[in-house]
Each structure stands twice: as structure tokens, then as C-alpha cells.
């Protein structure tokens, strides 16, 4: 069954630093996103991407995240400046466009990149 | 804005059958998902409800009232293996919003 791979599966930087997160989606799927947990909490929606720019972002999404897709399988995203509160579980999940609304396929996540800002 | 709500634990009997119930109060609404996260794992999509009514998967079945802003996930014949949480996820036009969570246990 295919998959949506995210890497490093844990990463730990100090608070000030630049991390980059990877995810590769499912190849036939045109909408990615990305989400996080922290700890105990709920998922939390942070950007949607569809057709190479930005379609949707939360208010958690502020000037110190970025995504990009730089080739045709990797989407990345990027924490500028690392706080402390930015320690979740970060996930990303892509998904094939919805049949209008009546049909809606869902989304598959990857298994997460464990954040810890310390 | 988006407000979702679900009981927050829920705890049930091997063979059992047990219902997550969840009410949303949403800015646009396309649809109902129901995902399953086991400690540790990713969630996982179950089911999405776009008309009302009932719809049967194996041993899930999701449930949907728009009129009434409420949905439930339904799950029969529990196993130890059903122990995880259970978010619903309304589908506004771009995206999921997901609610906080429901933590099953099933018990011996």
C-alpha cells in the first residue's frame, strides 16, 4: 500500500535554530499538507499545498514557517527560528482532490517527525 | 470558527459495542471523517460522511446529522486492538479540521 514518508523520524535542535522537516507524499496525490500534535493534544492544522503554492494556512503557520516543494516527490517544511512551543509531533498527509463533496478519499499521513526544541 | 467536540475518554468491554459522539460548530461544512491514531502512530482514515445517515465499514459505522451538527462513530464487536484515539475531522472547503480526541480503552 503506498505511503507518505517523513524524515527524520525524530529530530532534536536548540531553541534559535533552523530545522527542516521532509516528507515524501504519495505520487499520485496533488494536495499536501501539514499538521502537528503536540503531546496529549489534538491535530492541529498548520498548511495545505496544491499546485505548487499555498492554498491554506492556520494562524500557527506565522512568519517562521515555510514549505516548499523543491522536486517532483519531496515537500519540506521549514521552522526558521525554533521556540521551545514548537515541540510536537509534526505530521504530513497528502490526498487525491475530493470528488465534489459527496466523496472524499481522506487523507494518509505520514508516521511523524518528533520535534523537541531544547 | 471552528469549534469540535468529543467526550474526551470512553472506555468499553472486549465484544462490546461503543459509540464516540461528536457535535461541530464550523465556518462551511462539506463532511464528516472519523481517523484512528494508536499511541505513537499516525492517524489513519476510517470514514467520511457527506449526506445523512449511517454508513457500515466491517465493524465501523459512522453516522451523520447535518440538521443537528452531529455525528458518531459506532464500533462493534470491540477488540483489545481498537484501544487508540478517535478524532473527527469536519472537511471545511479546503481542508480538515480535526476535534480533540476521544481515547478508547477496551478492557479484557
Known amino acids: 500500500e503506498p505511503e507518505v514518508t517523513q524524515t527524520p523520524s525524530h529530530q532534536v535542535t536548540q531553541m534559535g535554530q533552523e530545522v527542516i522537516l521532509r516528507c515524501v507524499p504519495i505520487?499520485?496525490?496533488?494536495?499536501f499538507y501539514w499538521y502537528r500534535q503536540i503531546l496529549g493534544q489534538k491535530v492541529e492544522f498548520l498548511v495545505s499545498?496544491?499546485?505548487?503554492?499555498?492554498?491554506?494556512k492556520s494562524e500557527i503557520f506565522d512568519d517562521q514557517f515555510s514549505v516548499e516543494r523543491p522536486d517532483g516527490s519531496n515537500f519540506t517544511l521549514k521552522i526558521r527560528s525554533t521556540k521551545l512551543e514548537d515541540s510536537a509531533m509534526y505530521f504530513c498527509?497528502?490526498?487525491?482532490?475530493?470528488?465534489?463533496?459527496?466523496?472524499?478519499?481522506?487523507?494518509?499521513f505520514g508516521s511523524g517527525t518528533r520535534l523537541t526544541v531544547v | 470558527g471552528q469549534s469540535l467536540e468529543q467526550p474526551s475518554e470512553v472506555t468499553a468491554v472486549e465484544g462490546a459495542i461503543v459509540q464516540i459522539n461528536c457535535t461541530y460548530q464550523?465556518?462551511?461544512?462539506?463532511?464528516l471523517s472519523w481517523y484512528q491514531q494508536h499511541d505513537g502512530g499516525a492517524p489513519t482514515f476510517l470514514s467520511y460522511?457527506?449526506?445523512?445517515g449511517l454508513e457500515e465499514t466491517g465493524r465501523f459505522s459512522s453516522f451523520l446529522s447535518r440538521s443537528d451538527s452531529y455525528g458518531y462513530l459506532l464500533l462493534q464487536e470491540l477488540q483489545m486492538k481498537d484501544s487508540a484515539s478517535y478524532f473527527c475531522?469536519?472537511?471545511?472547503?479546503?481542508?480538515?479540521?480535526f476535534g480533540p480526541g476521544t481515547r478508547l480503552s477496551v478492557l479484557p
Open positions: 498527509a497528502s490526498s487525491l482532490p475530493a470528488e465534489g463533496m459527496y466523496l472524499n478519499y481522506g487523507y494518509t
Open positions: 505520487s499520485n496525490h496533488l494536495y
Open positions: 499545498f496544491y499546485n505548487n503554492e499555498i492554498s491554506e
Open positions: 464550523t465556518s462551511g461544512f462539506y463532511g
Open positions: 460522511n457527506a449526506l445523512d
Open positions: 475531522a469536519v472537511r471545511t472547503e479546503g481542508l480538515f479540521v
